[in-house]
């Protein structure tokens, strides 16, 4: 895709990286000073709830190329952020037309309608509409209990351990952490088993049991696991009998309100407890790229927020997520695997080295002031700066939580500073109105089992 501007930072390893944030500013620009005509995306979930997205394409054939390619990449950004199974579309009928071929099972992204399908369990949809019969939008949001009232039980299932916690009226009485293997079993009752083996360690130290809230990776609609990488190896047969209504199961069994969520959106959630504020982003740089968002009125949302899988890069030669097939995604610039990408560039040897060990290393040569690793986490800091300019466009936040194994030690200082600096100078307006938090700075290693714990609403009279 042509390049119609040019970053004033340069990633001192990778130097045609090409932000996707100042390019949708640069082409907005030229519309804004062209004859232009208005469009409206809209993304629709099974729930009725609908995310409506607003803006304008260039009215001129020369830019149908470009025209389409900004639409393409503004709708696979939605897609991932917000999450649903049919595509919206008024404003322009060929851009719609290309937009069907493109998000079709044997179009170009067949990978995101199939995941998206399999999510929502509906078949995938892009629809062109009419301005005037384009729904008004419908959002929507879950409130937490943020007094924690009542006898509680959180767990949080990582994917090599799992944590779980007594909560008395906000007070977390016990906590336990149990080592276990739930990516390697292909039988769903280890997890169950596992998951109920800790909910009856927690409750042993309560006087009954009245919500059970939990965090786990994955995508969860209704508290049915859609996808998890917690279950990467039981069969896709078996997963539909057996896992997807697992936790349906577990609360049938304990009687009482229960409530799971995406890792990324109890960390937001943490984040917002710590931070006493709403309009949080969570940005967790892993072994993937995790996020979450707590809204302005302290509320989780129904959005799936999956920005590993969303264009941050619109350079032609963006890296290629390997198992989505697109090019540019935040997992290759804000995770381990952007750590490690960079470090081929640099001739940093990780030979026969484990990821977690490999990342170890990196960041053990910054602490030796190796100008190598440096430029490593200079660039990611850069990508953030750009990255955060870019997530201002689709979500209200007022802080953005940066953590994860990526930025332990000097890194996430690094990583937060450069971004700052991007940010003051590219994003002004952005700048002054938000406040990035590194884990060091703002959290007092509050539990994300305990945390998990609020979700589920109590009524007074349930008590």
């Known amino acids: ?26 082409y907005l620009k030229i519309a804004k000073n062209s004859k232009r005509v208005p469009l409206k995306i809209g993304i629709l979930r099974t729930d009725g709830s609908l995310s409506v997205y607003e803006t304008e394409i260039v009215d001129a054939s020369e830019f149908e190329e470009i025209n389409l390619f900004f639409v393409e990449r503004i709708v696979k950004f939605l897609l ?10 008024a404003g322009s009928k060929k851009i719609g037309e290309s937009l069907k071929k ?22 995938f949809e892009v629809e062109i509409l009419e301005m005037d019969d384009f729904p008004e939008p419908k959002e929507i949001s879950f409130p937490v209990d943020k007094d924690f009232k009542g ?20 007070k977390p009485v016990y906590t336990e952490e149990v080592p276990w293997e739930p990516q390697r079993r292909n039988d769903p009752s280890y997890h169950f088993h596992q998951i109920m083996a800790g909910l009856h360690s927690a409750a042993s130290h309560l006087p009954r049991v009245d919500a059970i809230g939990g965090s786990s990776a ?5 508290n049915r696991v859609m996808v998890s990488s917690l279950f990467r190896s039981v069969p896709e047969e078996i997963f539909e009998r057996k896992v997807k209504d697992i936790f349906l199961e577990i609360q049938r069994i304990w009687g009482v ?19 006493n504020s709403g309009k949080v982003l969570g940005i967790a740089m892993g072994s993937s790229q995790a996020g979450g968002y707590v809204n302005g009125n302290g509320n989780l949302t129904n959005w799936l927020n999956e920005l590993a899988f969303a264009p941050v890069d619109f350079n032609p030669n963006a890296p290629v997520d390997e198992w989505s097939g697109d090019k540019g995604c935040g997992v290759s610039y804000f995770s381990q695997q952007a750590v490690f990408r960079l470090a081929k560039f640099l001739s940093i040897d990780m030979e026969d080295e484990s990821p977690v060990e490999r990342l170890k290393k990196i960041q053990a ?6 100008e190598r690793a440096r430029k490593i986490f200079d660039s990611i800091g850069i990508y953030l700066g750009y990255g955060i300019g870019l997530y201002s466009n689709f979500y209200d936040f007022s802080h953005i939580l940066v953590l994860g194994r990526v930025t332990s030690g000097k890194a996430g200082s690094l990583i937060v500073e450069k971004a700052r600096e991007v940010l003051e100078t590219e ?12 884990p060091e700075e703002t959290e007092r290693r509050l539990g994300q089992s305990i945390v998990a714990a609020s979700l589920p609403i109590l009524k007074d009279n349930s008590l």
């Open 1 to 26: 895709m042509k390049r119609i501007c040019e970053p004033k930072f340069i990633p001192p390893v990778e130097g045609e990286f090409l932000p996707a944030s100042i390019w949708i500013r640069e």
């Open 80 to 89: 991932w952020q917000r999450g649903g199974y049919k595509i919206l579309l």
């Open 102 to 123: 493109i998000y079709s099972p044997k179009g170009e992204r067949a990978f995101d309608i199939n995941l998206m399908s399999k999510v929502y369990e509906r078949n």
């Open 151 to 170: 006898y509680r039980i959180g767990f949080d299932l990582g994917a090599s351990d799992r944590k779980v916690s007594a909560v008395s009226n906000g």
């Open 218 to 222: 994955g995508i969860y609609i209704n």
């Open 257 to 275: 309100p229960l409530k799971v969520m995406n890792d990324g959106e109890v960390t937001a959630l943490a984040g917002s407890f710590i931070i």
């Open 365 to 370: 040569l910054l602490e030796k002031r190796d």
């Open 427 to 438: 994003f002004p307006e952005v700048y002054k109105k938000i406040e990035i938090h590194l």
